[in-house]
């Protein structure tokens, strides 16, 4: 799938629901609050749970803290609908391989990417960050359900690996990195990957994205060496390098 994103794309795609030491949104709630302005109604979207009244009345609280009304896609007759009218959309975090599955059982990837090329504010945190890139194969998710097609939203041109953990020198473990299944996946393919550590989100408006948050990011290319980039960085130059540096 190729994408890219339109100057009036506007996305916030946080890594993690929940950073160790606060509360479900605490540490993205004042990006949150900055990137969708003032009176805005949210429209959630819960498919990456199983229990999706818990989790959509879990979004809704934090949603309200934070002075925005949260009505969930799950409970909405006519969720194509919803979709065309909303001003915002969230998607959450969970098992990404289930999300995916449930945008394609109800028809909504192409309802989904027409309203947000057109200028609605989407968020998405973990699974929801990766549904926004041009499939799901940087997920570290096990597929509990397999969905028609790997292929997801495609808001952006390159991949996300929400949770990214840097390797451990003293770790036991002697399984794959996560480095290690990126650097597999860009044998097989050309795609830039954004490793985006705990903490960490991306910024995308005027056709540019910004790394925000505390932790940094990682960006692999194929042919390239992963390079390493810090939160106020401008990441659009590096993810269309994609020759051997």
């Known amino acids: 799938m190729t994408t890219q994103s339109s100057s009036d794309t506007r996305l916030l795609l946080i890594s993690n629901s929940t950073l160790h030491g606060s509360g479900y949104l605490d540490h993205a709630s004042g990006e949150i609050c900055d990137f969708l302005g003032d009176g805005k109604r949210v429209l959630f979207v819960p498919f990456a749970l199983h229990d999706r009244d818990a989790y959509t009345a879990q979004a809704r609280d934090r949603f309200a803290q934070m002075g925005y009304v949260?009505?969930?896609?799950?409970?909405?007759?006519?969720?194509?609908?919803?979709?065309?009218?909303?001003?915002?959309?969230?998607?959450?975090?969970?098992?990404?391989?289930?999300?995916?599955?449930?945008?394609?059982?109800?028809?909504?990837?192409?309802?989904?990417?027409?309203?947000?090329?057109a200028g609605t504010a989407y968020i998405g945190s973990s699974a929801g960050s990766n549904v926004?890139?041009?499939?799901?194969?940087?997920?570290?998710?096990?597929?509990?359900?397999?969905?028609?097609?790997?292929?997801?939203?495609?808001?952006?041109?390159?991949?996300?690996?929400?949770?990214?953990?840097?390797?451990?020198?003293?770790?036991?473990?002697?399984?794959?990195?996560?480095?290690?299944?990126?650097?597999?996946?860009?044998?097989?393919?050309?795609?830039?990957?954004?490793?985006?550590?705990?903490?960490?989100?991306?910024?995308?408006?005027?056709?540019?994205?910004?790394?925000?948050?505390?932790?940094?990011?990682?960006?692999?290319?194929?042919?390239?060496?992963p390079v390493e980039t810090l939160p106020g960085t401008y990441l659009d130059e590096l993810l269309a390098q994609r020759e051997s540096a």
């Open 70 to 117: 949260l009505d969930s896609i799950h409970t909405i007759d006519e969720p194509v609908k919803a979709i065309r009218k909303t001003e915002a959309i969230f998607i959450g975090g969970g098992n990404t391989f289930r999300l995916l599955k449930a945008l394609y059982d109800h028809d909504l990837l192409g309802a989904i990417r027409g309203r947000v090329d």
């Open 132 to 225: 926004a890139a041009p499939t799901i194969r940087t997920t570290n998710d096990m597929p509990i359900v397999q969905p028609p097609s790997f292929d997801a939203l495609g808001l952006v041109s390159f991949q996300i690996n929400p949770h990214y953990l840097d390797p451990d020198p003293n770790s036991t473990h002697k399984g794959e990195t996560r480095e290690e299944r990126i650097i597999q996946f860009l044998e097989e393919n050309e795609t830039p990957v954004v490793g985006l550590r705990e903490g960490a989100m991306l910024r995308i408006e005027d056709g540019k994205t910004l790394l925000k948050g505390t932790t940094g990011a990682r960006i692999f290319r194929q042919g390239c060496e």
